[in-house]
């Protein structure tokens, strides 16, 4: 995959939203939670006004409805703005 976000944004591989069960009933797809951590892919190079903190291989908390969807090679990614980024994890 070769892709770069421009200034401000990142691009980030959500981690798989965990499956419940309760008593023997699985969740669908679509009744799971959006996930709220994910892997830093690519950053682009930030802006004159906001410096790029965020780094590549970065772990990161995102608000439940940052970013935008996209699908490259069959895989889901998100492109969101380094200020939707709400926490690294050390």
Same mark, same amino acid.
């Given at each position: 995959?070769? %892709?770069?976000?421009?200034?401000? =944004?990142?691009?980030?591989?959500?981690?798989?939203?965990?499956?419940?069960?309760?008593?023997? %009933?699985?969740?669908?797809?679509?009744?799971?939670?959006?996930?709220?951590?994910?892997?830093?892919?690519?950053?682009?190079?930030?802006?004159?006004?906001?410096?790029?903190?965020?780094?590549?291989?970065?772990?990161?908390?995102?608000?439940?409805?940052?970013?935008?969807?996209?699908?490259?090679?069959?895989?889901?990614?998100?492109?969101? =703005?380094?200020?939707?980024?709400?926490?690294?994890?050390?």
């Amino acid at each position: 995959m070769n %892709i770069k976000p421009l200034a401000d =944004r990142v691009l980030i591989e959500p981690t798989a939203a965990e499956e419940t069960t309760m008593a023997g %009933i699985i969740i669908p797809d679509t009744a799971k939670e959006k996930p709220l951590k994910g892997k830093v892919l690519a950053v682009g190079n930030g802006t004159k006004d906001e410096e790029m903190v965020l780094k590549e291989d970065d772990t990161v908390l995102y608000g439940k409805y940052a970013g935008t969807e996209v699908e490259l090679e069959g895989e889901k990614y998100l492109i969101m =703005r380094q200020s939707d980024v709400l926490a690294v994890l050390g």
